[in-house]
């Protein structure tokens, strides 16, 4: 998946804005396919790979990233990332947690991705 910030104008002949996506893509080159089939009138700012282990999404609210400290097999502590969508910070907690039960939260913090696109 990549972080990809784009320039778009919902409608033709509107003010452009600054929105960001996670897109679930292969490589570089399959972003702007997939991006020209959601929208119309947008351009490309910036991509970066996403280090997100998984994606929960629900439908409704903000996406928020948590942070989880987990022990691995080889007695070493990681972190790993992980993407909630949820009303606020402890609505992600708690969804979180239905879907993950493992390690410890270290933090969780609201992010301006609007959606995930494929």
Request: charged share 30%; glycine share 6%; net charge negative.
């Amino acid at each position: 998946m990549y972080l990809v910030n784009i320039k778009i104008s919902h409608k033709e002949g509107t003010k452009p804005v600054n929105e960001q996506y996670l897109v679930e893509a292969i490589c570089l080159t399959d972003i702007d396919v997939i991006l020209a089939k959601e929208f119309k009138y947008y351009s490309v700012n910036s991509t970066k790979v996403s280090n997100y282990q998984k994606v929960f999404e629900n439908g409704e609210g903000s996406f928020f990233e948590i942070k989880l400290l987990v022990d691995d097999i080889d007695g070493k502590v990681v972190k790993e990332s992980f993407l909630q969508e949820a009303v606020d910070n402890d609505d992600a907690r708690v969804r979180f947690r239905t879907n993950v039960d493992y390690g410890t939260i270290l933090d969780v913090v609201s992010k301006p991705i609007l959606g995930v696109v494929r």
